[in-house]
């Protein structure tokens, strides 16, 4: 079974490749495509990837190519991973953003916006070559903003592909562990965007155990989102929220902490990897060892201005584990290449999961994967407070996606204005303003 990443120069694809050599079952992924545009980092996690496999007999055999009609002819599965304007780009999404006084996180507000418009239409270009040169593959999509991305992609490619993010998984899991149960025995009520959603329920042998979390302020104030949230918080929700919402019920707070701190998250990510790459061009550097130092230090530091807004310091070691986006992966093409039938947390079409949204609108909630792909399971209503978030956020993807596909100056100026976390319409004027020196591949925006 063929896998092929795109984006196969980036830093976590590492990780991808570690769970593939964990994987030794029949029907698992024998040959790995990496493509990416900088033959550089192919390079780079190419040496990774083979000390990882220096112990595995049967590692899965390992391609790297700058030729994208190559790496996709004859794949099972595309991962999808691309960062469209590098870290660079990233960087420039927060500062123009926070230059006017709003947030500038990679997904969230402002940054988010201006990350979509970079990405969608490059990723609907991918979504019309697979569709043409494998057209049975199913698309696993990581790329950020991963909700919009995904939506853009179904417009083409369907319900083949699907969406991952691993933080509702590692949500569920600390919130498990915290309550003393085995978290692959916990099966999570989580429903949103990516990005926004809340674990509502968590359920052990048929028992919720949530209710039991929040009544205890000790319990709950004892893991990283009780601590970022705060417990009183938390309680009147009746829900712990997806960490991103801290953008949201924090937001002053957020926007202060950024702007004050001496560099922002894209710019210390840019500086870190472009050392790394840049040691990696030394044979004799070890290659696994450098990447383990950096990632270490890249997990350590994630969101640390809301910790530090919230004033809850450096994150605690049991934190720092994520839900493993790579796992999530594993799991979803184990699922559907074998009808291995399990539930995943996964961006998908709505259907009629959500009331309040249209069918073909990417959410994020459980979902019963088997050879069929994902369908996502039954949900209780939002709550209006989240109703107004989900649909207001919602509204935001569509203008991006109307501004992608119509090059229209207005609909990108309307994605920044509908947003919450921009207060203007004036202010959404000058961030398109900003975003369009920053990026000159966002110059398609001049039609009317």
Same mark, same amino acid.
């Given at each position: 079974?063929? +896998?092929?990443?795109?984006?196969?120069?980036?830093?976590?694809?590492?990780?991808?490749?570690?769970?593939?050599? /964990?994987?030794?079952?029949?029907?698992?992924?024998?040959?790995?495509?990496?493509?990416?545009?900088?033959?550089?980092?192919?390079?780079?996690?190419?040496?990774?990837?083979?000390?990882?496999? !220096?112990?595995?007999?049967?590692?899965?055999?390992?391609?790297?190519?700058?030729?994208?009609?190559?790496?996709? *002819? #004859?794949?099972?599965?595309?991962?999808?991973?691309?960062?469209?304007?590098?870290?660079?780009?990233?960087?420039?999404?927060?500062?123009?953003?926070?230059?006017?006084?709003?947030?500038? $996180?990679?997904?969230?507000?402002?940054?988010?916006?201006?990350?979509?418009?970079?990405?969608?239409?490059?990723?609907?270009?991918?979504?019309?070559?697979?569709? *043409?040169?494998?057209?049975?593959?199913?698309?696993?999509?990581?790329?950020?903003?991963?909700?919009?991305?995904?939506? !853009?992609?179904?417009?083409?490619?369907?319900?083949?592909?699907?969406?991952?993010?691993?933080?509702?998984?590692?949500?569920?899991?600390?919130?498990?562990?915290?309550?003393?149960?085995?978290?692959?025995? !916990?099966?999570?009520?989580?429903?949103?965007?990516?990005?926004?959603?809340?674990?509502?329920?968590?359920?052990?042998?048929?028992?919720?155990?949530?209710?039991?979390?929040?009544?205890?302020? =000790?319990?709950?104030?004892?893991?990283?989102?009780?601590?970022?949230?705060?417990?009183?918080?938390?309680?009147?929700?009746?829900?712990?929220?997806?960490?991103? +919402?801290?953008?949201?019920?924090?937001?002053?707070?957020?926007?202060?902490?950024? $702007?004050?701190?001496?560099?922002?998250? #894209?710019?210390? @990510?840019? &500086?870190? $990897?472009?050392?790394?790459?840049?040691?990696?061009?030394?044979?004799?550097?070890?290659? +696994?060892? /450098?990447?383990?130092?950096?990632?270490? &230090?890249?997990?350590?530091?994630?969101?640390? =201005?809301?910790?530090?807004?919230?004033?809850?310091? &450096?994150?605690?070691?049991?934190?720092?584990?994520?839900?493993?986006?790579?796992?999530?992966?594993?799991?979803?093409?184990? !699922?559907?290449?074998?009808?291995?039938?399990?539930?995943?947390?996964?961006?998908?079409?709505?259907?009629?999961?959500?009331?309040? +949204?249209?069918?073909?609108?990417?959410?994020?909630?459980?979902? @019963?994967?088997?050879?069929?792909?994902?369908?996502?399971?039954?949900?209780?209503? @939002?709550?209006?407070?989240?109703?107004?978030?989900?649909?207001?956020?919602?509204?935001?993807?569509?203008?991006?996606?109307?501004?992608?596909?119509?090059?229209?100056?207005?609909?990108?100026?309307?994605?920044?204005?509908?947003?919450?976390?921009?207060?203007?319409?004036?202010?959404?004027?000058?961030? @398109?303003?900003?975003?369009?020196?920053?990026?000159?591949?966002?110059?398609?925006?001049?039609?009317?």
């Amino acid at each position: 079974m063929k +896998l092929t990443i795109l984006g196969g120069g980036g830093f976590r694809v590492p990780l991808v490749y570690g769970a593939l050599l /964990a994987d030794h079952a029949e029907g698992r992924v024998t040959a790995v495509t990496l493509y990416d545009t900088d033959a550089d980092r192919l390079t780079a996690v190419a040496r990774v990837l083979a000390d990882q496999a !220096a112990t595995v007999p049967d590692a899965p055999a390992v391609n790297a190519t700058t030729d994208l009609d190559e790496a996709l *002819r #004859g794949a099972d599965f595309v991962f999808s991973a691309i960062r469209v304007g590098g870290l660079a780009g990233r960087a420039a999404d927060e500062r123009v953003a926070l230059d006017e006084g709003v947030l500038g $996180q990679e997904t969230v507000g402002a940054g988010g916006i201006a990350y979509g418009l970079r990405t969608v239409p490059v990723a609907v270009d991918l979504a019309q070559r697979v569709a *043409r040169l494998a057209p049975n593959a199913w698309v696993i999509n990581f790329t950020n903003p991963a909700g919009l991305v995904t939506e !853009a992609m179904s417009r083409h490619l369907g319900d083949r592909v699907i969406g991952i993010c691993d933080s509702p998984v590692g949500l569920g899991r600390r919130i498990a562990r915290v309550l003393g149960a085995d978290p692959d025995r !916990a099966r999570i009520d989580y429903v949103g965007l990516n990005h926004l959603g809340w674990v509502r329920a968590l359920r052990v042998d048929g028992r919720d155990e949530l209710p039991r979390l929040l009544a205890d302020p =000790e319990l709950l104030g004892s893991f990283e989102e009780g601590r970022l949230f705060g417990v009183d918080w938390l309680r009147s929700l009746g829900a712990v929220p997806n960490e991103y +919402l801290h953008y949201y019920y924090f937001n002053r707070e957020a926007v202060r902490a950024y $702007q004050d701190a001496e560099q922002t998250r #894209g710019a210390f @990510l840019r &500086e870190q $990897q472009e050392g790394f790459y840049a040691r990696m061009k030394d044979p004799a550097v070890p290659a +696994l060892r /450098a990447w383990d130092r950096t990632r270490a &230090e890249r997990e350590a530091t994630y969101m640390s =201005e809301n910790r530090e807004v919230a004033g809850v310091g &450096e994150r605690d070691e049991s934190d720092l584990e994520s839900g493993g986006y790579e796992k999530v992966a594993l799991a979803l093409m184990r !699922a559907v290449a074998r009808n291995e039938r399990t539930s995943l947390i996964l961006n998908v079409r709505n259907g009629t999961t959500l009331s309040v +949204l249209d069918a073909d609108a990417v959410i994020e909630v459980p979902c @019963l994967v088997d050879a069929n792909g994902a369908r996502p399971v039954a949900v209780d209503p @939002l709550p209006y407070h989240a109703v107004g978030l989900v649909t207001a956020v919602k509204a935001v993807e569509r203008a991006v996606l109307d501004a992608a596909e119509s090059g229209s100056r207005a609909a990108a100026v309307k994605a920044f204005a509908l947003h919450p976390l921009v207060d203007s319409v004036t202010v959404a004027g000058r961030l @398109l303003d900003g975003y369009l020196k920053a990026h000159p591949g966002l110059a398609y925006l001049n039609r009317p």
